[in-house]
């Protein structure tokens, strides 16, 4: 219920306060895991991204969120569920995989942070673990332009495709090779590949 009434807000102020353009609508499959995997650039893009997706989204977000407990419920309300970064959460590993186990949509932001810049960084390999045992779709979305008020926002968002598994699944240096492929998919949409 929290989930649709932000969403419903957001999507209010954001259509006022940006001029929101969505490009590939028709892109996001109506049932079935998915997996989407964006470009990050603001604290905004999980909800941004949920007010252009006829879905519910479950994130991953950083641990440290889930400390102050009211916080903690609002993540937990909206989907999200917390992920220690910079190393391999098999928690939230699970979690995704069960997530997707009953058919629900992931939102994942490869990079792991957030660009300050806006540039593509370098992804982190769980992405590619993920998609790899749970053998769900990857769906690719670009958000472009600033946060800037009255200033457009382009969420694009491409065709879903697969990793292919006939690769060998756990070599460190594949997974990173599936994950950067991601990211690519993801920066065609943004034009910079």
Known sequence: M???????????VFRILFKLEVIGRENVPEDGPLILCSNHISWLDPIIIACTVNRKLHYMAKSELFHNPFLRYIFNSLGAFPVKRKRADRKAIRKSLELLDKGEVLGLFPEGTRSKTGKLLKPEPGVALIALKSNSPILPVA???PYKLFHPIT????KPFYIDESVERKASKTLQCHSNKIMQNIGRLLGTN
């Open 155 to 158: 969420i694009i968002i491409g």
């Open 2 to 12: 929290l989930y649709v009434s932000v969403k419903t807000v957001f999507s209010i």
């Open 143 to 145: 958000i472009k332009g």
